[in-house]
């Protein structure tokens, strides 16, 4: 029985509606998270945005090493995003240690991710940039504490799930689930990277 | 087909969107180093992403339109309601 099928008449489902997407409710599920946490980045990258404009002596504290840094985390999240892509194929295939290999490639890119955004912080720090150090500081680490708060939460939700499923007690079906998610910090993160670093270049 | 090769396909059937998305994330550093806005890539990086990493491409139109307009509806809200609110603040309305 397919997924959808499953939604649909699986447990006890004959006295249930009809899932309105033809997708399973924790999916559904899932994406109206995303959408929740989408638009809480969208209110703080608009109030960034605001803050950024009007306030005449903003700090462009980024040099190239740090834009350099910030290049390969990009680099670093784009490319899990592909092996998670990867997991959620091979546990749809069957292949499970496939799967867990791929889960396992996404968890050490995103912890890759994490050291390096702790390393750009401590950067700032020894600048004297810190969260009480004035606005550019507060967005600043608001703004990535957030992000780096969802990358260290889809770590762990990745170790959980690669350990139940490994077991068998969750199916490919929560893998694909956890992989939206990551797939939402990825694009999270492209806004992130132009609004919060490429516009506060120093020159 | 063996289950492992079916699964090879698929990534690399999503390896050009991968090699796409890491061009213009590299666009994006080179045109913010001309002083040129990002902000068309930023929205091409999200199409893509939402379309084929995310599979909303491949899921039912209805779970597209579902979602993604009233997010869109939403976020322009939120635009014009921050602006106010910054107008809002130089008016200082109970000020006096």
Redesign the interface.
């Known amino acids: 029985m397919s997924e959808p099928e499953i939604a649909m008449h699986g447990q006890g489902g004959a006295l249930m509606e009809e899932s309105p997407y033809s997708i399973p409710s924790r999916k559904l599920t899932m994406w109206l998270f995303i959408i929740s946490d989408a638009i809480t980045f969208g209110a703080i990258l608009f109030a960034y945005g605001y803050l950024r404009v009007a306030t005449p002596d903003w700090q462009t504290p980024f040099k190239s090493a740090s834009i350099i840094n910030v290049a390969t985390m990009t680099f670093v999240l784009i490319t899990s995003s592909l092996t998670m892509l990867g997991a959620v194929d091979a546990s749809k295939a069957g292949d499970k240690p496939k799967a867990l290999r791929f889960l396992a490639s996404t968890m050490v890119l995103g912890l890759i991710f994490a050291g390096l955004h702790i390393r750009e912080w401590f950067g700032l720090f020894d600048e004297g940039i810190k969260l009480s150090s004035g606005l550019f500081g507060q967005a600043f680490f608001s703004i990535t504490g957030l992000h780096f708060l969802h990358v260290i939460t889809g770590v762990a939700a990745l170790a959980v799930v690669a350990r139940k499923y490994s077991s068998g007690s969750l199916t490919p079906g929560h893998v694909e689930t956890t992989g939206l998610y990551w797939h939402f910090v990825d694009l999270v993160w492209m806004f992130v990277v132009p609004l919060v670093y490429l516009t506060n270049i120093a020159r | 087909m063996t ?2 090769g ?2 090879g396909n ?2 690399a059937k ?2 050009p969107v ?1 090699f796409v ?2 061009a213009i ?2 666009g ?2 080179f045109l ?2 001309q002083n040129f806005s ?2 068309g890539l ?1 929205r091409i ?2 199409v893509l ?2 379309m084929y ?2 599979h909303l491409a491949h ?2 139109r ?2 597209f339109l ?2 993604i307009p ?2 869109i509806f ?2 322009l809200m ?2 014009m309601i ?2 106010d ?2 107008r809002l603040l130089h008016m200082r309305p109970f000020a006096h």
Do not use: C, D, H, P
Request: charged share 10%; hydrophobic share 60%; aromatic share 14%.
């Open positions: 289950a492992s079916k699964s698929v990534i999503y390896l991968y998305l890491l994330a590299a994006e550093f913010a180093y990002t902000a930023v990086l999200l992403g939402l990493f995310m899921e039912k209805s779970l579902s979602l009233a997010t939403v976020l939120l635009n921050w602006s609110s910054i």
